[in-house]
């Protein structure tokens, strides 16, 4: 990843819900006013349901950002995915080096008829949610919405992590929102 994207949507969670009215429909946390990104995630994976991090994460970054985020986040617990998740974080990775239309399409497509809906694929539907088009090819183009591909690697890392044992949850959460402040670092700087 370049150092030239911008890392994060808004410096602050309030502005986030402003822009991302829908989180709100994902999330009972709330944010205080003025409260900073990592801060509101911090909070969240402190509070009563510490997924709602994790739900906060996933739309705070540009979506670039978010879909390598969710990538790391796969990696993180690789051990429990399955080849074909693999190959699909691997095309969600080409993407996010290279953002090419037409990658970028070949990878929804791949990713829209594939059921179980697992890690892999909710990540290569993120992708393919992240600009562009989202109908078929042969029809008028229908812009994603926003928070479209950030819902998308929310579902990434939260089937991945409900496939983590109970016991190493918590340390799971941890880790990934280390790699969410990792990331978000030089804007927060």
């Given at each position: 990843?370049?150092?030239?994207?911008?890392?994060?949507?808004?410096?602050?969670?309030?502005?986030?819900?402003?822009?991302?009215?829908?989180?709100?429909?994902?999330?009972?946390?709330?944010?205080?006013?003025?409260?900073?990104?990592?801060?509101?995630?911090?909070?969240?994976?402190?509070g009563p349901t510490p997924e709602e991090a994790v739900t906060c994460a996933s739309q705070m970054f540009a979506r670039r950002v978010a879909i390598w985020?969710?990538?790391?986040?796969?990696?993180?617990?690789?051990?429990?995915?399955?080849q074909n998740d693999l190959q699909m974080m691997e095309q969600a990775a080409a993407w996010v080096a290279d953002p090419e239309e037409s990658l970028r399409?070949?990878?929804?497509?791949?990713?829209?008829?594939?059921?179980?809906?697992?890690?892999?694929?909710?990540?290569?539907?993120?992708?393919?949610?992240?600009?562009?088009?989202?109908?078929?090819?042969?029809?008028?183009?229908?812009?994603?919405?926003?928070?479209?591909?950030?819902?998308?690697?929310?579902?990434?890392?939260?089937?991945?992590?409900?496939?983590?044992?109970?016991?190493?949850?918590?340390?799971?959460?941890?880790?990934?929102?280390?790699?969410?402040?990792?990331?978000?670092?030089?804007?927060?700087?």
């Amino acid at each position: 990843m370049t150092q030239s994207l911008q890392t994060l949507r808004c410096l602050t969670a309030p502005e986030l819900f402003a822009i991302l009215p829908e989180m709100a429909e994902d999330m009972d946390g709330r944010p205080q006013t003025d409260e900073g990104v990592m801060d509101f995630a911090r909070r969240l994976l402190d509070g009563p349901t510490p997924e709602e991090a994790v739900t906060c994460a996933s739309q705070m970054f540009a979506r670039r950002v978010a879909i390598w985020w969710g990538h790391e986040c796969l990696r993180h617990v690789g051990d429990h995915l399955d080849q074909n998740d693999l190959q699909m974080m691997e095309q969600a990775a080409a993407w996010v080096a290279d953002p090419e239309e037409s990658l970028r399409a070949a990878i929804l497509e791949r990713a829209a008829g594939q059921e179980p809906r697992t890690p892999g694929v909710w990540l290569a539907l993120a992708t393919g949610w992240a600009g562009g088009s989202v109908a078929p090819a042969d029809s008028a183009p229908v812009p994603p919405p926003r928070f479209l591909p950030g819902r998308g690697v929310n579902a990434a890392v939260l089937t991945a992590l409900a496939r983590v044992p109970q016991t190493r949850r918590k340390s799971t959460l941890d880790d990934f929102l280390a790699m969410a402040r990792d990331l978000a670092a030089p804007d927060l700087d």
